[in-house]
């Protein structure tokens, strides 16, 4: 066997030793009792996430894109310092700037949502298009692109693996911060926590806060393997930042 | 051909902070299938000249024709896709594959894939590098001397007349430097490319330059063959840039064709008594022998006929040359084969063995201190040191 392929043997066998503690540790009688309910919102949590995530990604790269124009270089800087003021506002706070727009409901927790994961998708768009090699932009210039060209086929390519690393981090925020906005009336895996919480219930709790964390893993490493895939040329050193 | 116009470029101009004067009224023409080496110390102007001519910088005043065509009429796209660009820090692009990387300009011109595939192999092999084994690397899997070779490829990719090259050779050691110059020299000789080609090297521009141009602060200083930059530099400002030796540099681009002097030979029949009367006349102990064609046969020494009957003619006494010299190679070939079969002269044959005439030290001396240059005598073929070996 090849030390990669051990590697990832005993990295599964980890895994499934980790999940199989969990299970004893929350008490299978428990998972037995709410597994319709973890279904329903595991469901409703993966929708939450995935409205709020498109509409970032969407928003995002492409702002994160437009700062990145030669053109508004100059007030690119300062675009960036606002984005990372708003960054530092805590999620608790934009859901309830988002309830005083929105009202209750879901609508709201996914305007909340994008908020807070459009700042890391902004700001590594715009740092990894702005850390792309001048000499590669020259060459692209000089070769004959056009700037979309350039664009498409040498900046985002080699900006990828920092975007895709404040895609990460936006997505890992958006998974964890879903669970709050059963306080504004959306449904999600918050459902099983905060309830676990009020009726003194710490296995429901801990089913919830679990499944949580594990949903977040298991969207990090696809999103890791899709960074993978996505960047066959970079030294297999600068890829294993998984 | 391409033509500068009295080329200008102030910048700093529009947002009123302090201008400064990269170029300052450049003019100069390059005939097509010359290289022209732009030459100067960091600053001078050279880089942002060279990007006035595919507008990746636009001039502030001046014109540049590409075949009597001024370039500010044309599309800039279009325009660089019909030119070569070779960019100093190679900028081979890592997210594509070798192939990819040189069918760049072709794929942006709507090449099928057959014709592109076709070309990078045809490419490869120009450069010596075995297309299954690299094609489908990335750039990072190739050595520093190997990604050189393809970023100038890349620019041939579409086969432009035209290229620019921003110290392309810059990167790699000086070791292999000297190898991939004289693999660059042949295939533009072969496919008579027009090169323009920014350096700071001295020497590369001896090497490579059909023609030198000099800069200084934005203005071009001289624009001559090497030999004369060497020879009759303009200013003390070149004759501090081109070295305190540059005599010396000088041996790489005079030609034995140039430096040989015009010593007669004499026929076979010749009388050792004529022979030894004209060797006394001239002072020299050795005479060649040609036959009546002009065809060199080999020499007679002086020392040979001392005491023999004044009567026999010298064909007796011939000698074979151990050395000779082509009327092409180049006086630092010749005088290190001089030192190596410890002569003091050489024979200088054309191709089929015709006399021109003899290369010595004092005619090698002679000519470097005579005032003339290769640049200025009657156009030849245009020669390079990179022809030979
Ligand atoms: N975009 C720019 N804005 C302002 N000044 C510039 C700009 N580009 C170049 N210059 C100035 O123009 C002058 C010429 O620069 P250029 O890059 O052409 O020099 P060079 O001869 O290529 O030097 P080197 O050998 O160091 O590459 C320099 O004084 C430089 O500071
Ligand atoms: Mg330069």
């Known amino acids: 066997m090849t030390p990669p392929t051990l590697r990832r043997v005993l990295g599964g066998l980890l895994g499934i030793a980790v999940v199989a503690l969990l299970i004893l540790w929350i008490g299978p009688s428990t998972i037995a009792r709410f597994r319709a309910d973890l279904l329903y919102y595991t469901g409703q949590h993966l929708l939450l996430v995935a409205c709020s995530m498109v509409a970032a990604l969407i928003t995002g790269l492409g702002a994160g894109i437009a700062l990145s124009r030669p053109s508004v270089s100059k007030s690119a800087e300062r675009f960036m310092q606002i984005f990372n003021v708003a960054n530092t506002v805590p999620p608790m706070a934009v859901l309830a700037i988002a309830l005083a727009f929105f009202g209750i409901g879901g609508t709201s927790a996914v305007f909340a949502l994008w908020l807070a994961a459009l700042l890391p998708i902004v700001r590594n768009t715009y740092q990894g298009l702005a850390g792309v090699d001048g000499a590669l932009k020259e060459a692209a210039r000089g070769l004959g692109m056009r700037p979309l060209q350039s664009l498409w086929q040498v900046e985002l390519p080699n900006a990828w693996p920092v975007i895709m690393g404040g895609v990460r981090i936006a997505l890992v925020i958006n998974v964890g911060s879903a669970p709050l906005s059963f306080l504004i009336g959306a449904n999600s895996l918050g459902n099983l926590i905060f309830p676990g919480i009020y009726l003194n219930d710490p296995s429901q709790m801990l089913l919830g806060a679990v499944a949580t964390a594990l949903l977040a893993l298991v969207l990090d490493g696809l999103a890791a393997w899709l960074t993978l895939r996505l960047s066959r040329h970079q030294a297999p050193s600068e890829r294993a930042v998984v | ?389």
């Not at chain 2, 200013?235 to 010593?263: P, Q, Y």
């Not at chain 2, 063995?353 to 000519?367: D, H, P």
């Not at chain 2, 005032?371 to 030979?388: F, K, L, W």
């Open chain 2, 1 to 389: 051909m391409i033509e500068l116009d009295k080329l200008s470029k102030v910048f700093g101009q529009k947002h009123g902070t302090k201008q400064t004067t990269a170029v300052d009224s450049v003019s100069l023409t390059v005939e097509e299938g010359e290289i022209c080496v732009f030459l100067g110390p960091s600053g001078c102007g050279k880089t942002t000249t060279l990007k006035m001519i595919n507008r990746l910088i636009e001039p502030s005043s001046g014109r540049v024709l590409i075949n009597g065509d001024d370039t500010s009429q044309m599309d800039k796209v279009e325009l660089r896709r019909s030119l070569g660009y070779v960019i100093q820090q190679i900028g081979l692009f890592p997210n594509m594959t070798i192939e990819e990387n040189i069918v760049v300009v072709p794929r942006l011109l709507g090449w099928d894939a057959a014709r592109m595939r076709e070309r990078a192999r045809e490419l490869m092999a120009m450069v010596a590098l075995e297309p299954k084994q690299y094609l489908s690397r990335y750039p990072r899997e190739l050595s520093g001397g190997q990604q050189q070779r393809i970023g100038v490829i890349r620019a041939l990719a579409a086969d432009p007349p035209l290229l620019l090259m921003d110290e392309p050779f810059g990167a790699v050691d000086p070791v292999n430097r000297g190898t991939i110059q004289d693999e660059f020299f042949t295939m533009q000789r072969t496919l008579n490319k027009t090169v323009i080609m920014v350096s700071h090297d001295i020497d590369e521009a001896i090497k490579l330059g059909d023609k030198v141009a000099m800069f200084r602060d934005g203005k071009l200083i001289q624009f001559d063959h090497p030999d004369t930059i060497l020879a009759h530099p303009k200013d003390d400002f070149i004759r501090a840039f081109v070295g305190a030796d540059h005599t010396l540099k000088r041996l790489l681009l005079v030609h034995a064709g140039d430096a040989a002097d015009d010593s007669p030979a004499v026929r076979p029949s010749t009388t050792v008594a004529a022979a030894l009367e004209q060797m006394e006349e001239d002072d020299r102990r050795y005479l060649v022998i040609s036959d009546e064609s002009n065809h060199a046969l080999g020499f007679v020494r002086r020392r040979d006929l001392r005491r023999i009957d004044p009567e026999t003619p010298i064909e007796e006494f011939r000698a074979d040359f151990v050395v000779t010299a082509g009327r092409d190679e180049n006086l630092r070939v010749l005088l290190s084969r001089m030192y190596e079969y410890n002569t003091s002269w050489l024979p200088v044959l054309d191709e089929e063995g015709g006399f021109l005439g003899e290369v010595t030290q004092e005619s090698i001396a002679g000519y470097l201190s005579s005032g003339r240059s290769r640049g200025q005598a009657p156009a030849t073929n245009i020669h390079s040191p990179a022809e030979v070996g």
